[in-house]
């Protein structure tokens, strides 16, 4: 339901924010306004989790259903996979070293 409103929310408005998103942030509301609502939302929690793999059986269908194109384009893949992992750590060090320097810590020590 939550999600429904949240995408419901989102096209009405125009937000640049996915509905699902705006979704679990409604969710979030309402657990810190009525706390007591975890008790109600946790056996469906628990049952989603247990059963979280099988959300990944459709990215792994369209995976496989496009092999002859990811053969096509390994490269751009290749390229594209090591180039945003190289930036994703060069990212988390940069922030790393920031932080430690505005908290007056030496981040080579």
């Given at each position: ?91 988390g060090a940069l922030t790393f070293v920031a932080?430690?320097?505005?908290m007056g810590e030496r981040p080579d020590a």
């Open positions: 339901g939550a999600q429904l409103v949240g995408v419901g929310l989102a096209g009405a408005l125009g937000l640049p924010v996915p509905g699902p998103v705006l979704g679990m942030g409604l969710v979030l509301a309402a657990l810190v306004v009525r706390p007591g609502l975890l008790a109600v939302l946790a056996p469906t929690a628990r049952a989603i989790l247990a059963h979280l793999a099988l959300l990944f059986v459709p990215a792994g269908v369209g995976v496989v259903g496009h092999l002859a194109r990811l053969g096509d384009e390994a490269l751009a893949v290749g390229v594209a996979l090591v180039g945003s992992t190289v930036l994703a750590i060069a990212a932080v430690a320097r505005l």
